[in-house]
């Protein structure tokens, strides 16, 4: 199985602040990476597919990058809607399967 | 407008059984994939379950052999069938749609609480 680490678990951040999160996966898995933000009580949101791709509507101040085995979600000036639990997600079609990262709480510095 | 409304969830004892099911309008279940995601308390996301567009369906190892989603097309529903539930089931179950290998639209969830 391809696994995904995702960092870091929690990152306490300042409105204003530009802020990363990485996924490493154990092997190449293309494109094929998903960003998600969830709040508490309430289902995930897409952000960004392919590793790069903004869903539509979704603020410009996010987004996606890498390949194969490193990908980042960058949110570059923090607001205060942002502070949520962010989490990647990838595909495998060996499998196949849907794996999500562990996720990532931006918490408020 | 899509939406996607689960329902179903309960208490239940261990051993025991669960349908759930996901009521889909806005889309054709049969023109996405469809797929149960869940979510224990506090806990991050894990993948259940998908059925293709053309009807191939896969789950995850830890609920293989157990639990079995299927799809109803006249009515646009798709079900998760839930056998021989332990504690570690205990979640929100997500019913979701995917255009291909993301999940693009959520529905609000349904707790299950597999206790005795």
């Known amino acids: 199985d391809i696994q995904m680490t995702q960092s870091p678990s929690t990152l306490s951040a300042s409105v204003g602040d530009r802020v990363t999160i990485t996924c490493r996966s154990s092997?190449?898995?293309?494109?094929?990476l998903a960003w998600y933000q969830q709040k508490p009580g309430k289902a995930p949101k897409l952000l960004i597919y392919e590793a790069s791709t903004l869903k539509s509507g979704v603020p410009s101040r996010f987004s996606g990058s890498g390949s194969g085995t490193e990908f980042t979600l960058t949110i570059s000036s923090l607001q205060p809607d942002d502070f949520a639990t962010y989490y990647c997600q990838k595909y495998d079609s060996s499998s196949p399967s849907y794996t999500f990262g562990q996720g990532t709480k931006v918490e408020i510095k | 407008d899509v939406q996607l409304v689960e329902s179903g969830g309960g208490l239940v004892q261990p051993g025991g059984s669960l349908r759930l099911s996901c009521a889909v309008s806005g889309f054709t279940v049969t023109n996405y994939y469809m797929s149960w995601v869940r979510q224990a308390p506090g806990t991050g996301l894990e993948w259940v379950s998908i059925i293709y567009s053309g009807g191939t369906t896969y789950s995850a190892d830890s609920v293989k052999g157990r639990f079995t989603i299927s799809r109803d097309t006249s009515e646009n529903i798709v079900y998760l069938q839930m056998n021989s539930l332990r504690a570690e089931d205990t979640a929100i179950y997500y019913c979701?749609?995917?255009?291909?290998?993301?999940?693009?639209?959520w529905g609000l969830g349904t707790l299950v609480t597999v206790s005795s």
């Open positions: 092997q190449i898995i293309a494109n094929w």
């Open positions: 979701a749609r995917l255009p291909g290998t993301y999940f693009d639209s």
